[in-house]
């Protein structure tokens, strides 16, 4: 059974900083891409930022210079700092990742459970 597991929100000022950790466990043979994604009360989930397995990363416009997606391969994890944030910054925050495993040799998209991160004085 493959799970991601976030860790990392929370509530900042305006201006701080705070960084998100995605784990993945189960029998993993590998994994593709990871990302990270994003959903505002009243508004669609959206992209935030994705890292391929090898490759160029790939920011929301809205994010770029501020935040900064990596991964380690050998722990399985990708991670997100998040850097001046702003209140338009406040969503929940899902994990994604593209996994291949027993049952889906070739991927499976997967999702994390949610991670609240609030930026407010």
């Known amino acids: 059974q493959v799970q991601l597991v976030e860790s990392g929100g929370g509530l900042v000022q305006p201006g701080g900083s705070l960084r998100l950790s995605c784990a993945a466990s189960?029998?993993?043979?590998?994994?593709?891409?990871m990302g990270w994604y994003r959903r505002a009360p009243g508004k669609q989930r959206e992209l935030v930022a994705v890292i391929p397995s090898g490759g160029v990363t790939n920011y929301a416009d809205s994010v770029k210079g501020r935040f900064t997606i990596s991964r380690d391969n050998a722990k399985n994890t990708v991670y997100l700092q998040m850097n001046s944030l702003k209140p338009e910054d406040t969503a929940v925050y899902y994990c994604?990742?593209?996994?291949?495993?027993?049952?889906?040799?070739?991927?499976?998209?997967?999702w994390g459970q949610g991670t609240q991160v609030t930026v407010s004085s």
């Open positions: 994604n990742a593209d996994i291949r495993s027993w049952t889906h040799m070739m991927g499976y998209n997967y």
């Open positions: 189960g029998s993993i043979f590998g994994i593709n891409a």
